[in-house]
């Protein structure tokens, strides 16, 4: 069993995506596997903001979430 786990910059743009896709797909080849990804690059960041504007008080919250589709 292997366990695979891809962050950060790693899944930051299509790119870095693509190629953890190619080595999740020869990985998988070789045995099981447990795959983990964090959140896409900047979406931690973004959730943080909207998370304390709302905790503020700041009625901006409501546009960010509309914005970045957060739900």
């Known amino acids: 069993m292997q366990v ?3 962050g950060g910059s790693s899944v930051a743009n299509a790119t870095n995506i693509n190629k953890v ?3 999740v ?3 998988i080849k ?3 596997l447990v795959l983990v990804v964090s959140a ?3 979406v931690t ?3 943080i903001y909207t ?3 709302a905790s503020t008080g700041n009625e ?3 546009q960010e979430i509309k914005l970045y589709g957060l739900k």
Do not use: M, T, W
């Open 21 to 23: 896709v190619d080595i």
């Open 4 to 6: 695979l786990k891809f």
């Open 30 to 32: 070789q045995e099981p």
């Open 51 to 53: 998370g304390k504007l």
């Open 60 to 62: 901006n919250y409501k």
């Open 25 to 27: 797909l020869k990985a």
């Open 45 to 47: 960041d973004q959730l």
């Open 40 to 42: 896409l690059g900047g």
